[in-house]
Every structure is written in C-alpha cells, then in structure tokens.
C-alpha cells in the first residue's frame, strides 16, 4: 500500500482563487510529520509547510494552509489567493518518526497550473 | 554558506560506463540522502547516510552505491550504467533550521543513460 497518495496529477485554478492538492497517508506510527514541498519548473525543491501529528492546530505559512485530518488521515495543502508564480509540482511527504532516521517518503505529486 | 551542492548537474553517459554524483554540504548536517525523480514516480530514496561513515539502503538501491568518507560529502555511484536509471537525482541533507528537521535540498542533477 502507498504510504501518501495525491490523486490529482494535474490541477487548474484561475489567478486569485483558492485552491486544494489532496494528500492521504498511510502510517501505524503515532508519532509522524507531514510536510509540502513545491518544485517550480526550474527544479528546485522547496519546502512549505510542516505539520506533526501531534500539532492541535492546523499549520500555516502566509497563503499556505494545510487542513490536517487526522482521523481520515489527509493533509491537504491549501492556497490561498493563486498567483501565477504559484504553478509548479507540489509533493506531498510523510516521515515516520519510529526508527526512521528522519526519511521522507514522498507522493507522486500533483502539478498545478495557474491560469491568468 | 552554500547548502547543499551537487556536482554534475547535468551528464550523458553510455550504457556501461560508470560515473560518481557528488553531494557537499557546508551545514556540518549528520543525515544525508540520494533520491531519484522519475517523471509520475514522485522522488523515491535510494540510499542514505546517519553520519560520516555509515550508509544505507533505501526503497530503490539497485544499481548505486554510496559512500560518506567525510561527515560533508555523500557520494552516490553507478558502476554499470542502464538506461533504466536515467532520471533527475536530488541530493539532501537533514536541516535542524527547518521545522522538525525537514530537509535541504541540493538542485538536483539530470541524468540521461542512452
């Protein structure tokens, strides 16, 4: 079983818009983080958002919001106010806290694109 | 201060030949790791590395080897090159700036195997 889905390979969403990327889990771990990375055409992969599973209240970074759910075991990463610059992949990433030397295991990815 | 650089970013090789992708990272961080990026894969950890001299083995180690002689430098091999192992391959390291120790990332180094 994948331990993070992201059923969306590709999104749209008009400049200014909200939107949602989907991100599910798989863990029998308690004690685990959930993390967000966007990766813009140019490559690089940049970190946006952290969220432990222990953390009561849902992470936010300016326009990044992640909707943590921890019964239904979803972290969706939302953004606010779309702007163009927002189109890039965006990965979703689990570390496991029990013996796992801090890996990451990522999703496969959703690409967003912004439109003007 | 430079982070996390990998060396080269771009390389063509030949079915067979052999080549060594180097990681450095000037943040004295203990944990580093090699993933590879295929296109609907997302990035998939090959091996990784605890400290300086310690390696290990992540979800796809078939193919490389690694070596971390010194606590800065991580170095992810190919020996036999396939073309199976034509990707994008990202280096990082683990970041105690970051919350909760999410990583660094180096820019990645594209690969072509023809």
């Known amino acids: 079983a994948q331990k993070i889905t992201q059923t969306q390979p590709g999104m749209f969403v008009q400049e200014k818009e909200a939107v949602t990327l989907d991100c599910t889990y798989d863990t029998s771990d308690p004690s685990y983080g959930l993390f967000w990375y966007k990766q813009p055409s140019s490559g690089e992969m940049i970190f946006l958002i952290y969220q432990g599973s222990y953390d009561q209240q849902n992470a936010t970074e300016g326009r990044y919001s992640l909707n943590f759910q921890k019964a239904r075991k979803s972290a969706n990463l939302v953004i606010s106010a779309s702007q163009l610059g927002d189109s890039a992949m965006y990965f979703c990433a689990m570390r496991e806290d029990r013996g796992s030397n801090y890996k990451l295991t990522f999703g496969k990815g959703t690409l967003l694109t912004v439109n003007p | 201060n430079a982070g996390v650089t990998q060396t080269p970013k771009f390389r063509v090789l030949k079915t067979g030949q052999s080549m060594t992708l180097l990681c450095a990272q000037d943040m004295n961080h203990e944990y580093m790791y090699w993933y590879r990026q295929d296109p609907g894969m997302g990035l998939r950890l090959i091996h990784y590395?605890?400290?300086?001299?310690?390696?290990a083995k992540g979800e796809v180690p078939d193919g490389y080897n690694v070596s971390r002689l010194k606590k800065q430098n991580f170095l992810l091999g190919l020996e036999s090159a396939a073309p199976s192992q034509t990707s994008v391959y990202f280096c990082a390291s683990k970041d105690p700036g970051l919350p909760n120790y999410g990583y660094t990332f180096g820019s990645g180094t594209r690969l072509t195997v023809v």
């Open positions: 590395s605890v400290g300086e001299g310690t390696t």
